[in-house]
């Protein structure tokens, strides 16, 4: 195929293999070793898009189901109404090549599902163990005007995920989504899919306009609770939000729309006292980087000592609240000071509360080598953040990758 | 002493076309445009990924106008761009030098071409 690119270097591509895209991530893995280090991404993606039409042989509702096989099938001409429509461009304008190449790659028709293949290619090159899978395009899907079809869609694809493909392989895992726009059918996900292979926690995009303080999701946070399942809170971005429709780069849209979602779920979930309310419930928050974390404990806290009134279940700092918290490092900002950055470590109280993802094949991936090759952690210190904070987080069973685990530092 | 990679006969490198040839355990892209050769490591440095893998691009420039408004984007065909298809940074195709932060840049070899073809310098 072609990629237009500027002018008469028209580039033409013939074929796409995630192998060798990726034969320098799987030199950085021999030089370092990784084969050697537990590691565990939090956030990586498939494209479930490209599986819709069996996705929505799962939909329940008869109604929704014919719409969504009617659009799913060719010759319509249009997009499939059970997902919002995307304005945004992640890729660069084709820069980042692997988006419009990905329909070239070629994988075996052996029974193994094609994403699953994709997966563990990517996996195999970087020396990554067990990912915590999301899709794509239903990132989205908390922005559906239709609270119905956001229910219908995710049951389908909490189904199909859980009897098609995690079963396949069990290096790959998955936080289920949350229709968060209904919190009772939000309820029932967990109760239902609470104990399922495969299933490590729940997930709330947290591009959506409800307040995580209403009361009728008290009773889904309690169940996590008890379950001991992680409650994640995956950034995305709405280029239609009447505030990022001021920005006209997707860079800034990006740049902003991927934090402040998170950050005003994390200031409200803090501000409410929910942390004292469930004090085991172990809270996520994925793909906003790490710098909006520094920057909203200042702020939450400098508040908080005038405003104390405001808050009154709060039994400690805002700050000290979020340091409970855990965070996914991509896409890690890497500012050519690492004083910097080693301060964000340690404000976060990274050694305990920071997980490795690469949020692979996003445009704005992370390797293990972003945390590996980090002077100012040890060693230690790096295998916590690659591994085993996840391990413990989702408390996954890693004897199928290293039988002989043992934490490292000796801890338990 | 820079031993000599042999890249390719010069028939088989035309104006626009890049050649990747392996050194050791890396690569070295080679790019002939405009009747000049450059040649860089495949190694960016973001995150390793391989740079002259991706696309060959032309500066994007703002246009301004005199009285300082925006009037669209243009590109730039005489600075041209190495962009590492991992994550898109972009390198100027002259230099190696990052364009967004000039701290970082590829590493450069020298290109010779003789009767029987083109060779870097590695
Ligand atoms: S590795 Fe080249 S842009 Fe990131």
């Known amino acids: 195929m072609d990629i237009p690119t500027s002018d008469i270097h028209k580039m033409s591509v013939e074929e796409f293999d995630t192998k060798k895209l990726l034969i320098n991530a799987a030199r950085q893995r021999d030089r370092r070793k990784l084969e050697d280090v537990l590691i565990v991404d939090v956030d990586c993606h498939h494209y479930e898009n490209e599986s819709l039409r069996d996705i929505i042989q799962y939909i329940e509702d008869p109604v929704i189901k014919q719409t969504g096989l009617l659009y799913s099938g060719s010759g319509t001409g249009a997009q499939t109404p059970l997902l919002p429509g995307v304005v945004g461009y992640q890729d660069v304008s084709g820069r980042v090549m692997r988006y419009p190449l990905r329909k070239l790659e070629q994988t075996p028709a052996d029974g193994t599902h094609r994403d699953v293949h994709l997966s563990l290619k990517w996996m195999d090159a970087m020396g990554v163990d067990y990912v915590s899978m999301f899709p794509t395009p239903m990132l989205l899907l908390g922005l559906h005007p239709q609270p119905e079809i956001e229910v219908a869609m995710s049951r389908a694809y909490n189904r199909w995920l859980v009897e098609q493909i995690l079963p396949q392989n069990e290096r790959i895992t998955s936080m289920l989504y949350l229709p968060f726009n209904d919190p009772e059918a939000a309820y029932r996900m967990v109760e239902e899919f609470g104990d399922r292979k495969g299933v490590v926690g729940f997930s709330v995009v947290s591009t959506r306009y409800k307040p995580v303080y209403d009361n009728a999701y008290m009773k889904t946070y309690r169940l996590m609770e008890e379950m001991g399942k992680p409650l994640a809170f995956h950034a995305s971005y709405n280029w239609n939000d009447p505030l990022l429709g001021a920005t006209n780069r997707f860079l800034v849209t990006h740049a902003m729309g991927f934090t402040i979602y998170n950050a005003m779920h994390c200031a409200n979930w803090v501000i409410n006292g929910l942390p004292e309310r469930f004090p085991g419930l172990k809270v996520v928050w994925i793909e906003s980087g790490l710098a909006w974390v520094p920057w909203l404990m200042q702020r939450l806290d400098n508040d908080y000592r005038m405003r104390s009134s405001e808050a009154p279940s709060l039994k400690k700092l805002p700050s000290e609240y979020m340091q409970d918290m855990y965070y996914s490092s991509q896409p890690m900002e890497v500012p050519n000071d690492l004083d910097v950055l080693e301060m964000t470590f340690k404000m976060i109280k990274a050694e305990t509360q920071l997980c490795w993802c690469s949020d692979y094949p996003h445009w704005d991936m992370d390797l293990p080598s972003v945390i590996y090759d980090l002077p100012f952690l040890d060693e230690t210190a790096k295998r916590n953040i690659l591994g085993e904070n996840a391990r413990k987080l989702f408390d996954l069973d890693v004897s199928g990758r290293f039988p002989d685990y043992t934490p490292p530092g000796g801890g338990a | ?122």
């Open chain 2, 1 to 122: 002493m820079a031993k000599e990679i042999f890249v390719a006969k010069s028939d088989d490198l035309p104006d626009g076309e890049r050649k990747i040839v392996p050194n050791g355990n890396s690569e070295i892209g080679v790019y002939r445009v405009r009747g000049r050769l450059f040649a860089y490591q495949n190694l960016c440095a973001h995150q390793g990924g391989p740079a002259c893998e991706g696309l060959l691009m032309a500066k994007v420039e703002e246009v301004i106008a005199e009285d300082k408004t925006y009037q669209g984007m243009r590109f730039n065909h005489d600075e041209m761009h190495i962009v590492c298809p991992w994550h898109g940074w972009e390198y100027d195709l002259e230099s190696g030098v990052m364009v967004a932060d000039p701290t970082f840049r590829l590493r450069k070899y020298d290109v010779v071409e003789k009767e029987d073809g083109i060779y870097v310098l590695a």
